[in-house]
């Protein structure tokens, strides 16, 4: 075998090389804190969801935190996507699945997705796994594009329902 064969990387599960190996490789540091972002970014949500009233309205939770309504519901009268998601939250953290549905449907959905990040990143994190690898084997991608279609469907229903109502 000559030299130059030995030093090219050796491609992994019929992929080829893959750039990036030492970012996400087990037991490498940068894989460490992408887990812990990955666990602190959706506890923090749950917890900020936790010390939230739900607004009886339905939407407009949010501005609790110190946030200005919503935009395109102020100048459109109707709701944008997110219209209810933090409502939604706040009543799924109190196992209320009727108030969060009736605040935004898709909400439910995101609000267990988000829940779940939590065990599996701290699994992660304890066990070192390779982030690329795990989120891959877990079909992360699929559950991206699901999720921002359901999305994108509740919406248009929300808004349907909202125009044909009045």
Not at 26 to 51: E, K, R
Not at 60 to 84: A, D, E, I, K, N
Not at 89 to 110: Q, S
Not at 119 to 147: N, Q, S, W
């Amino acid at each position: 075998m000559d030299d130059a064969a030995q030093v090219l990387p050796t491609p992994r599960r019929g992929r080829g090389p893959v750039f990036g190996d030492d970012l996400v490789g087990q037991g490498d540091w940068t894989s460490f804190v992408t887990w812990l972002v990955l666990f602190s970014g959706p506890l923090a949500v749950l917890i900020t969801a936790a010390t939230l009233t739900p607004s009886s309205a339905g939407h407009g939770t949010h501005t609790q935190l110190g946030l200005p309504p919503c935009g395109f519901l102020v100048y459109t009268g109707y709701p944008c996507p997110g219209c209810g998601l933090t409502t939604s939250f706040a009543h799924m953290i109190r196992l209320d699945l009727f108030g969060a549905f009736g605040a935004n449907p898709f909400g439910i959905l995101l609000f267990l997705c988000t829940a779940l990040m939590v065990p599996l990143a701290l699994y992660g994190m304890v066990r070192r796994l390779p982030v690329v690898d795990t989120l891959d084997r877990l079909h992360a991608e699929k559950i991206a594009i699901g999720l921002s279609l359901l999305s994108i469907l509740v919406w248009v229903a929300k808004v349907g329902i909202q125009y044909y109502s009045t």
